[in-house]
């Protein structure tokens, strides 16, 4: 009898934490509150698959870019999050706030809320950042990584977007060297150049999706330029001095690296990346800008299941 009790109870506890696992992924959205303010989260999809939690870039830049991979919740819950200070979370003004620590901090909570004991981390541009750095601190559940578009080393990525703005038109190039020389970030000349750069290595699909401009819209702009800086190639923020490359051994989990053929994180630098990671692999999507998930989805959604499924079946 006792261990008919005793069986009986540890059923009706397994069945109880499955029910409230199941429950936490429910397809939903709402605001989780944080250090400094409330995110806005969404969940999409409900397979039985290890969840995945996604990072957008910027920093500042919201989710709504990466809508395409909603295609990846066919498997199991995508969790979509807009960082504090932009999109649908609160707004900031308060520059103790706008650091790696304080977002990596805000990741742990949202992590927390959501109950994920073990998840996929994907990183975007900005967002491979912060999942690097929150895997160095909280390593504790992380299943796997994927780092699309990485910038591992901001100054590798100024040195990239260098080599990529001597590709562009001599009047494009000198609107750009003019304007950065004399901090005029708000004159035409350079906001057109700027566009330019973006068009064709930030996302070449033309014209642009609803997603991006949705995106660029709501971007926290106080938190990009606080950051990092006026654009994609000129970061005096505190940023700057953002390296990550001589921590790359320290991943003791499969990561993934993707890159578009025309992507400001290079393609050359990126496989430098993969280089000092164990078991890691390199995607190059053809055709892609930075945003690879806007200009190839269906490439970018098909490398990044196969990953994924791979590590299932482990």
Known sequence: MKYFIFYTLAFFVFLATACQNKIGL??????????????WYKIVGQGNKTPILL?????????????????????????FLDQLGCGRSDKITDTALMTVENFVLQLQQVKEYLGLKSIYL?????????????YLKYPEGVKAIILSSPAISIKRWLSDADTLISTLPDSIQMAIRTNEKNKTYSDPSYQRAVTVYYQHFLARHLPWSVDIDSAFLQTGKNVYEYMGGPSEFTMPGPLKDYDRTAELHKFKVPVLFITGEFDEARVNTVRYYQSLVKRAQLAIIPGAGH??????????????????NKIDAE
């Open 291 to 308: 945003m690879t998930m806007q200009d190839n989805p269906e490439e970018d959604i098909k490398v990044i299941k196969a990953f994924l």
């Open 26 to 39: 429910t397809p939903r959205e709402g605001f989780i509150q944080v250090k400094g303010g409330k995110v």
């Open 55 to 79: 990072l957008h870039g910027g920093p500042g830049v919201p989710s709504y870019y990466l809508n395409p991979l909603k295609a990846l919740s066919e498997d199991r819950p995508v969790i």
């Open 122 to 134: 994907y990183g975007q541009s900005w967002g491979t950042m912060l999942g690097t750095d929150y």
